[in-house]
């Protein structure tokens, strides 16, 4: 573990195991904990990295806009890492891809799950507005509790699914990891990738599989019938009744077909 210094930041990451390299990103209501149940088991086998995005968990950095293709590509670099797989959720996912597009000689295979997709716009309906009007209340009055558990309604649980749906160490660990980023109170934003990955989904050519829980926001669902139907030769798996956090969720599942997936992607 430790501090990779690029790009005017100090990332912090962690590192395990021997072997291909494979780095976890994570998603944007989270940091690199919520791979705790992946780390120790893909470092039995791959040379693991986990690491924290700018203004979350440890990494430290400016307030503004930032490159997270540059950060990562500098984190590889620190590492000594030529080329790796990318397993990313959500926000993590968009810079998987972004990366494969940027880098297509630094990946060997690609793991999207619940991911986002540059460029991607989906038309926001009433519910939407309304989630976003009351998260944005309680944000402004500094009531940081209640947009924890709103992220993990919305996340963990999923939009239509019971309030509380998943509890115990899941739902503690990932309110920690929403009210470690709320309290710290940084503005970071992504620099863009242009043109967006929506428009060069055909130039991905490596393995790709496409994670998705069925009970994940109705976008997030749209998005991975994109990645499918645009990345050549991409698998899906649809997990049943599981929502955005699926890692953290069904970490025995996860783990099993990601592991059968890779040796396969590295030939």
């Keep these: ?35 705790d149940d992946q780390f120790a088991a893909f470092a039995k086998k791959y040379r693991v990295v986990r690491y924290d995005h700018r203004s979350q968990g440890k990494t430290e950095g400016p307030d503004g806009e930032y490159d997270p293709v540059k950060d990562l590509a ?3 670099d620190f590492l000594g890492i030529q080329s790796a797989a990318l397993v990313g959720c959500s926000v993590g996912g968009m810079v998987a891809t972004n990366f494969t597009l940027t880098h297509p000689d630094r990946v060997w295979a690609l793991v999207l799950s619940g991911s986002g997709l540059g460029g991607f716009e989906n038309p926001n309906s009433e ?17 940081y509790e209640r947009v924890a ?12 699914q019971p309030k509380g749906r998943v509890r115990g160490p899941i739902r503690e660990l990932m309110f920690d990891m929403i009210m470690t980023d709320l309290r710290r109170g940084q503005e970071v934003r992504f620099t863009k990738l242009e043109p967006p990955a929506i428009q060069r989904l055909g130039e991905i050519q490596v393995p790709t599989l496409v994670i ?27 997990y049943p009744g599981v929502a955005h956090m699926l890692n953290m969720e ?6 099993a077909d990601v592991l059968a997936f890779l040796p396969g992607a590295a030939g």
């Design 149 to 160: 558990e709103m992220e993990m309604e919305m996340w963990l649980d999923g939009p239509k």
């Design 1 to 35: 573990m430790g501090f990779a210094e690029t790009n005017g930041a100090r990332i912090y990451f962690e590192a395990a195991g021997e072997g291909a390299a494979v780095i976890f990103i994570h998603a944007g209501v989270a940091d690199r904990r919520m791979w």
């Design 212 to 238: 998705i829980g069925d009970a994940d926001t109705p976008d997030i669902l749209a998005i991975g019938d994109v990645l499918v139907n645009g990345i050549p030769n991409a698998e899906k798996m649809v």
């Design 127 to 143: 519910d939407d507005d309304a989630y976003e009007a009351e998260i944005t209340a309680a944000f402004e009055a500094k009531n």
């Design 74 to 76: 500098g984190l590889m």
């Design 250 to 255: 069904i970490p025995d599942q996860f783990n």
